[in-house]
């Protein structure tokens, strides 16, 4: 009921571009795993092989550590429609600061956030299919405003200051290096 693809094809950047949710999947060698829902128009499709996530600051900072660590990230997206389906990217990410040289270049591609902390660039490995028979339908309502609200509150500096507060480590500790 699977099936692999070395990269997208305009079926799958179809459905993706149809999803107001995503997950998330990071994790070192030791420690928790993270998985995250995300949203907010935050994924750009670049080619076939490659997406740009745009991570806006939240209350912890694994998956930064995680790539730092090892590069590994999965990305999945589920059909919460009439037609029933679960797509996993799996592949190697990293993480583009603001203080980074292609910062500007790659977070051009989304639209102004106050709260923009990264900007993760997956290089696709492999594209999986599954059936997702058993994922229930639910219907979008709206996005919440609550996490733009909150870093526009803050200011840019009140969220640079956060960061080293609260996003400096991960969970176990590993350095997310913001």
């Known amino acids: 009921m699977s099936d692999m693809y070395p990269e997208l094809d305009d079926r799958l950047m179809r459905f993706i571009r149809a999803q107001h949710m995503f997950f998330v999947a990071t994790a070192c060698a030791e420690g928790y795993i993270n998985l995250s ?3 907010m128009d ?5 080619e076939r092989k490659r997406v740009l996530w745009l991570n806006l600051t939240g209350s912890g900072n694994e998956t ?3 790539v730092l660590d090892n590069g590994r990230m999965t990305l999945m997206f589920c059909s919460f429609t009439r037609q029933p389906l679960i797509l996993r990217l799996y592949g190697q990410a990293r ?11 790659l977070y051009a591609e989304f639209d102004e956030w106050t709260g923009a902390r990264q900007v993760f660039d997956m290089q696709i490995e492999l594209v999986q299919t599954s ?3 058993a994922v229930p339908h639910y219907s979008f309502e709206s996005e919440r405003e609550t996490l733009t609200a909150w ?8 969220i640079e200051k956060y960061w080293q507060d609260r996003n400096a480590r991960t969970l176990n500790g590993f350095p997310t290096d913001i």
């Open 64 to 66: 930064a550590g995680h």
């Open 131 to 133: 059936c997702g028979y």
């Open 95 to 105: 993480t583009v600061h603001p203080r980074d040289e292609d910062w500007e270049m």
């Open 42 to 46: 935050s994924l750009r499709i670049v």
């Open 151 to 158: 870093a526009e509150k803050r200011g840019r500096d009140g």
């Open 37 to 39: 829902p995300k949203g």
